[in-house]
């Protein structure tokens, strides 16, 4: 079954940067591409970024393109993303989902991690 | 990257029937058969229910299923339940390269 445990959210100052975790186990981390996903305080799911399965290939939503990026070390099954610059609208859940090989879709989600943008 | 239209509400009774409209464009939702829907309750990590239009995970119930036609897809849920009360997101890989989320839909079971 596989398991997903995002870390590293807390309150940062606007302009400032964070680093999100996503510790994965349960399945083979290498053979799955993985997305991020946030949802602000009474708003709906946001789509992030995605990173494929060799971290070769990044897309990211325009919300956050040039202040994001995702990244992935298999070795340690941890994937991660690192925002920058980041700005009150960026308040949020992260969570952080699968995608199976080949496939188009979040088949798991972690709990999520909490992020606010305050000064 | 325009978020999916869903409805805001939806309700009915326990037992009865409900659809869940997501509307998109022919560089989205009418250009793959790449929809899926999740079930969200506040706090909760996200579910999925369909995928790939029609299909359904080992583990959700029968009374799930999706459809599309043109620029549109639906989540249609049979014999309502007390348990079906949540949020539910549509999403679509967009031909960017990137996905798409709805609005999402909350689901009132009366």
């Known amino acids: 079954q596989a398991h997903l445990v995002e870390s590293g959210g807390g309150v940062v100052q606007p302009g400032r940067s964070l680093r999100l975790s996503c510790a994965a186990s349960?399945?083979?981390?290498?053979?799955?591409?993985m997305h991020w996903v946030r949802q602000a305080p009474g708003k709906g799911l946001e789509w992030v970024a995605i990173?494929?399965?060799?971290?070769?290939?990044?897309f990211y939503a325009d919300s956050v393109k040039g202040r994001f990026t995702i990244s992935r070390d298999n070795s340690k099954k941890t994937l991660y993303l690192q925002m920058n610059s980041l700005i009150p609208e960026d308040t949020a859940v992260y969570y952080c989902?699968?995608?199976?090989?080949?496939?188009?879709?979040?088949?798991?989600w972690g709990q999520g991690t909490l992020v606010t943008v305050s000064s | 990257q325009s978020a999916l239209t869903q409805p805001a509400s939806a309700s009915g009774s326990p037992g009865q029937s409900i659809t869940i409209s997501c509307t998109g464009t022919?560089?989205?939702?009418?250009?793959?058969?790449?929809v899926s829907w999740y079930q969200h309750h506040p706090g909760k990590a996200p579910k999925l229910m369909i995928y790939?239009?029609?299909s359904r995970p080992s583990g959700v119930s029968d009374r799930f299923s999706g459809s599309k036609s043109g620029n549109s897809a639906s989540l249609i849920i049979d014999g309502l339940q007390a348990e079906d009360e949540a949020d539910y997101y549509c999403?679509?890989?967009?031909?960017?390269?990137?996905?798409?989320f709805g609005g999402g839909t909350k689901l009132t079971v009366l």
């Open positions: 989902a699968r995608n199976p090989y080949g496939d188009y879709y979040f088949d798991y």
């Open positions: 349960g399945f083979t981390f290498s053979h799955c591409a």
């Open positions: 990173i494929s399965y060799d971290g070769t290939s990044e």
């Open positions: 022919s560089s989205d939702v009418g250009g793959y058969e790449y």
């Open positions: 790939d239009v029609s």
């Open positions: 999403t679509s890989y967009t031909s960017s390269g990137t996905w798409v």
